[in-house]
């Protein structure tokens, strides 16, 4: 990847995708970290590939990966700056949010009461819509 200020997907995809095969498996993400320095454990990298991926075959597509980057909501730092200067706290608290310590009611929200299959395959079902 080009060291510059934009950030391009397609890029990175090719990046942890270096043996062309179209898709990003444990090996690849596990050899691009280890390029950059990064020792993971196998199971930090199906965690990472888990978390992205939508049908569950263990391997994220290229629309996966873009899906998996793009924010689910758009940042602007002029929209930010215009509602700190308006006073929209109900923005201004959300922006804050998170980076304030989780409170107990967040911490239970987050206990699994479920297996821990079904709430990676929900999280993933939730971010296609």
């Known amino acids: ?17 270096d043996w062309k095969y179209g898709y990003v498996d444990k090996k690849n993400l596990k050899s691009f970290l280890r390029k950059h320095n990064y020792i993971a454990s196998t199971a930090e990298c199906m965690a990472i590939i888990r ?14 990966f873009y899906d998996g980057l ?5 940042y602007s ?12 706290s109900s923005n201004a608290n ?11 009611r967040d911490c239970q929200i987050l206990m699994p009461k479920q297996p821990q299959r079904d709430i990676v395959r929900t999280q993933a079902i939730d971010r296609q819509h």
């Not at 978390?51 to 996966?64: G, I, N, V, W």
């Not at 730092?77 to 929209?88: P, V």
């Not at 959300?94 to 107990?104: D, F």
């Open 1 to 17: 990847m080009d060291a510059t200020k934009s950030f391009c997907s397609k890029k990175a995809f090719d990046a942890i995708d």
């Open 51 to 64: 978390r992205l991926d939508l049908d569950a075959d263990a391997r994220l597509s290229r629309e996966e």
């Open 70 to 74: 793009r924010p689910e909501q758009p």
């Open 77 to 88: 730092r002029a929209l930010k700056r215009t509602q700190m200067r308006r006073g929209d």
């Open 94 to 104: 959300k922006s804050r949010g998170a980076r304030t310590v989780l409170s107990i």
